[in-house]
């Protein structure tokens, strides 16, 4: 589907409360996801079905900053070559 194009990421900050939400970058909107859409396809869907399967998908949008949780950076701390030990 053309909402997987633009690669929603699931946010490790934010699983544990929406585990199903995916996440899109702030600077992403409906709108212009819509009108690349439309461009694309040259079909006939209106924006607020656009919007409607966007929300059903469980799709935000968010600066989600640094997306590492604190497992993640241990592990990958722990695989450091320069770690002593």
Not at 4 to 21: C, D, K, L
Not at 42 to 52: A, D, M, Q
Request: net charge positive; aromatic share 10%; hydrophobic share 25%.
């Amino acid at each position: 589907m053309h909402v997987e194009s633009f690669n929603p990421a699931v946010s490790h900050h934010r699983r544990e409360h929406a585990p199903q939400r995916r996440y899109l970058p702030s600077d992403v909107t409906i709108k212009t996801m819509y009108d690349d859409f439309i461009d694309k396809n040259k079909i006939k869907c209106s924006y607020e079905v656009y919007r409607t399967v966007v929300k059903e998908m469980k799709i935000s949008f968010t600066k989600l900053g640094n997306e590492e949780c604190e497992k993640c950076t241990e592990f990958r701390c722990s695989k450091s070559p320069h770690r002593s030990g």
